[in-house]
């Protein structure tokens, strides 16, 4: 006698989920190895879609992939916990054809997600540990408090410089702007109305409030660089000439374990310093750097290049020699090249840099 089966079961089989990942909707396209099994839209929710997925189709191997936005890895990490094998790409890495460039809606967007995972032709992006990720944003806040303030004090010349008020002849070097006697006199100019100097005044707070941020940011940075996970590496980082505490926090925090970088070439191509290329035939071109880059990083290291061809004598003969055929601009850039090695064997060997010496 035959019995009815009423129970679904998925075991063993792959259920591909891409999502496209809006504020207050997640548009989600579900396909099997052969076909669309489910288009639809969703709140914004990691647990409203496991639900989904395993009241449709139990015992299944979930995958997912979703793109890097401003939604940062909170969905990642919750589908991870909900036992989804979810990836994050890079927008600029998903295959598109054009019929999608030309019509692009939500839907076609996870679809075609949901294609490119099933397909094997997305990678996905490295993800750092979510206390790495809180770290991180401390550092970052360095740079934008840093704006902010020149901001502020590019607002404060400009009400000067419209309102006719000269500096004194003991500021005429930018060296002595934003000094205590600086802010003084900022404090001591008397305008013809009380409405002049009460927006003088505004704008002093708010450049003194901007440093004070900075300040606050500055000694919780050092606090987080004497920590054990990072205090170790920090002094193998800033043993190389040219790299203080603000740049080897950075690199550290965005670059999260070196191991995941099999050589230096690959860590340079991270940054974004590798050139780019165009071969067809016989013909092999080279152009200027690649446009792909860690913007951050590639302006730091560039940075600490023009400090280490002042404090390390082989940068400085390595400079040197480059400016001979090339102009400075490009030179640089092949010392932050050379720096990124140094970096690299450093972090990677665990050993500090020895400081060459020219006889």
Known sequence: MRVQINKLDFKGQNIYVGIDVHL?????????????????SQNPSADALHSFLTDNYPNALYKSVYEAGFSGFGAHYRLKELGIDNIVVNPADVPTMMKEKLRKTDAIDCVKLARGLRSGDLTGIYIHPQEALEQRSLIRLRETITKDMTREKNRIKAFLYFNGIQYP????????????????????????????????????EKAEYQREMLLRQTRLMRVLSRSAHIGSQLKLLTSV???????????????????????????????????????????????DITLRKHATLRCYIVEAAWR?????????????????????????????????????FVLKRKQEYVSCVVK
């Open 24 to 40: 207050k909707s997640w548009s989600v396209a579900v396909m099997s190895e052969g076909t669309l099994l489910k288009r639809f």
């Open 169 to 204: 002849e003991q500021f005429d070097s930018g060296k002595s702007h934003w000094s205590k006697r600086f802010m003084d006199w900022l404090r001591s100019i008397e305008l013809k109305t009380r409405y002049g100097r009460d927006t003088l005044q505004f704008y002093i």
């Open 241 to 287: 000439p040219g790299i203080g505490l603000t740049i080897g926090m950075n690199f550290l925090t965005e670059l999260g374990d070196i191991s995941r970088f099999r050589s230096s070439d690959q860590l340079a191509a991270y940054i974004g310093l590798i050139p780019m290329c165009h071969s067809s035939g016989d013909k092999h071109n080279d152009g």
């Open 308 to 344: 280490s061809i002042r404090t390390d004598p082989a940068m400085t003969m390595a400079y040197g020699k480059y400016c001979e055929r090339m102009k400075p601009s490009k030179a640089i850039i092949k010392i932050a090249r050379k720096l990124i090695n140094r970096i690299f």
